[in-house]
């Protein structure tokens, strides 16, 4: 420890711009978000006559006129896309991931190589083939498309290889071949198991990506009742005008639940992206 | 299934997938940029005609072009430089606080791009935003802030800021992890203060983070598209707001390819802007190489 102790005063004064800073910062990061709690609990007449800076107390009634309006449906429509393509993208990386860490087969150094090039594509390039692709199949205003949607994705594949690669043991593989386990039988019983928070962390960064998606179903969806909850977002807010309260309400209840749930899993997020993202 | 086998069987649902929904439409879309089609008719073989077209007659593709630099060019300094001493700020000075702190200043980067638009635009709006009610109280007098169009594009380098410098904060984070706190140790013990750390270690030991979060920001800063296309949805402005202002590279491909319905000419910008992204990451890959053999 130091022997001369500085006085307390210039030691505050020091460290009041770094508290100003992060201060301001997260106040700047959090304004947003009050606003528009608060903006949802106010008549929509009175949002026009002046800044709300405290709740109002017309959030029942703001509230009766979102749910009026197929929001659970739409809520749900997302839960069904995000949860599938997640969980089908999740088995489809842990899957290869598995196989490039731990198996020696021929071709593996160009198949790989492969999955690495697709890495830099952006999603547009292939947006208007798809959307053509699924008209041809008949699949165009479905849910389909979305779950389908970057299930294949290479950053899965590359993250879990390196994950498998340094955290699943050899001998516990052969362990398992000895005991007689088929071989996806050793990756579903002994492999999976070991590599939680791997699959943890790709499952909140696919779901992520997937509730957030916007251009996807803006392109392909047009009935009403197959919006997910960032088009009926978009759309609400252009068709509703009359209701502009009961709008910013639904927004809240859009966002802010899923916020709250990747808060505590916002560890196994940011591990995700900090191993190098790519997207998003 | 033999060992030899099923690592096949393994990588057969990545493969089939990628081939069935994004390699194939990759390549459908590459042969329809060949083409004048609007998707429901017959589709007429054009060769190269709008590509041409995207170079020497889209005087939208060149503005949004310019417009997706400039939003760029500014965001990415300020963006980068906040994120760098949150990070440093939270490691030396918050250690209690610290994943408080971060969670909160997490957020923004993690909220639904479409609701980010929405909720700049009220705070924005001319008469019954906050950021006006601010200015009024400062005695400043309101700007028409969505009706103007270097107003608007402050709004947007505002928002982009907003959401992503709590990424860049991750970023620094864990690289800072990665330094030794001896050498900071032994800084100390020779008599430098603070910033002489800060400059002399931590921003030189940053270099593969910086290199990382300038090529992220320069990739996905031309892919921009959700937030200021919802920030002017309802305004009724243009797509890209005033005097397409705002208007980025994707989107003006999704105004000519799904307002006008020119699949041709839209996947031929597809292929284009494409093209440009490569070569900025070439170009900036380069500049990186030549600075490190000095």
Partial sequence: ?280 | MSKKKAPYAMIAPYFILYLAFGLFPILFSLGVSFTSWDGIGEAAFVGLKNYKRVFTQDKFFYKSMLNTLILLAISTPIQIALGLFMATFLKDFFKKTRNGLQLINFLPYITTPVAVGIIFQLMFDWKSGVINAFLNLLGIESVYWLGNAWASRAVVIFMIVWKNYGYMMIMFLSGLAAISDELYEAAKIDGARWWDSFTKITIPLLRPIFIFVITTSVINGFKLFDEPQLLFNSVSQPIGGPDRAVMTVVMRFYEASFRSFEFGYGSALAYCLFLVIAAASLLLFKLIDRKKGE
């Avoid at chain 1, 005063?9 to 992060?22: A, D, G, H, Y």
């Avoid at chain 1, 700047?28 to 106010?42: E, I, K, N, R, S």
């Avoid at chain 1, 699924?134 to 389908?148: E, G």
Wanted: with cysteine.
């Fill in chain 1, 1 to 280: 420890m130091s022997v001369r102790r500085k006085p307390v005063s210039t030691l505050v004064l020091r460290k009041l711009p770094v508290w100003i800073f992060m201060i301001v910062l997260s106040v700047c990061a959090l304004l947003p978000f009050y606003m528009m709690v608060v903006m949802g609990t106010h008549y929509s007449e009175d949002l026009y006559t002046g800044v709300k800076l405290f709740f109002g107390k017309y959030f029942v009634q703001n509230f009766q006129t979102v749910m009026r309006q197929n929001f659970l449906l739409y809520y749900w429509n997302s839960i069904l896309v995000a949860v599938c393509n997640t969980v089908g993208g999740l088995m489809v990386s842990a899957l290869a991931g598995y196989a490039f860490a731990k198996f020696d087969f021929k071709g593996k150094a160009a198949l790989f190589a492969m999955v690495v090039a697709t890495l830099a594509i952006p999603q547009q390039l292939g947006l208007i083939g798809f959307v053509l692709e699924m008209r041809w199949l008949k699949l165009n205003n479905t849910l389909f498309p979305l779950i389908v949607s970057g299930m294949a994705n290479a950053f899965g594949v590359f993250w879990m290889r390196q994950y498998i690669g340094g955290s699943v043991p050899d001998e516990i593989i052969e362990s398992g071949r000895v005991d007689g386990c088929k071989e996806f039988g050793i990756f579903f019983r002994l492999v999976l198991p070991i590599i939680r928070p791997a699959l943890i962390t790709i499952f909140l960064l696919f779901f992520l990506w997937s509730w957030n998606s916007y251009m996807t179903p803006l392109v392909m969806i047009s009935k009403e009742e197959l919006y997910t909850i960032p088009l009926s977002i978009a759309l609400i807010s252009s068709e509703y005008r009359t209701d502009y309260a009961a709008r910013i309400l639904a927004l809240s209840m859009g966002t802010i639940p899923i916020l709250i749930l990747f808060s505590f899993g916002s560890k196994y997020l940011i591990k995700g992206l900090v191993a190098g993202s790519v997207k998003g």
